[in-house]
């Protein structure tokens, strides 16, 4: 069946970074576009980054851009996301999410989602 699972997830101070992995089974994980979403208490849903099924483009939310990198191996079914110079405003449930750009507002609940990893930036 159809799985994600997130890692990486962790306490961290302000201007720490974390690199976040997504290992995919059950599934052609170079099919699809690969994206990172986050979801932080009483907020929607919100798109990190977002990566094409062979990896040759990326895109970034607003929050994400020039502290985030996206990349994926297909060969591995895997992908992750290097977070740096993080800040408290980051801190949310990061979630992997399989298939094309999602807009609503709440992270998982499908079969194309992970489970989520916690991050927390906090001094």
């Known amino acids: 069946q159809v799985q994600l699972v997130e890692s990486g997830g962790d306490l961290v101070q302000p201007g720490g970074s974390l690199r976040l992995s997504c290992a995919a089974s059950?599934?052609?994980?170079?099919?699809?576009?690969l994206g990172w979403y986050r979801q932080a208490p009483e907020k929607p849903c919100e798109l990190v980054a977002i990566i094409t099924k062979n990896g040759d483009n990326k895109a970034y939310g607003d929050s994400a851009q020039g502290r985030f990198i996206i990349s994926r191996d297909n060969a591995k079914s895997t992908a992750w996301l290097q977070m740096d110079s993080l800040q408290p405003e980051d801190t949310a449930v990061y979630y992997c999410?399989?298939?094309?750009?999602?807009?609503?507002?709440?992270?998982?609940?499908?079969?194309?989602w992970g489970q989520g990893t916690q991050v927390t930036v906090s001094s």
């Open positions: 999410h399989a298939g094309l750009p999602y807009y609503g507002s709440k992270c998982g609940g499908n079969v194309d």
């Open positions: 059950g599934f052609d994980f170079s099919s699809s576009p």
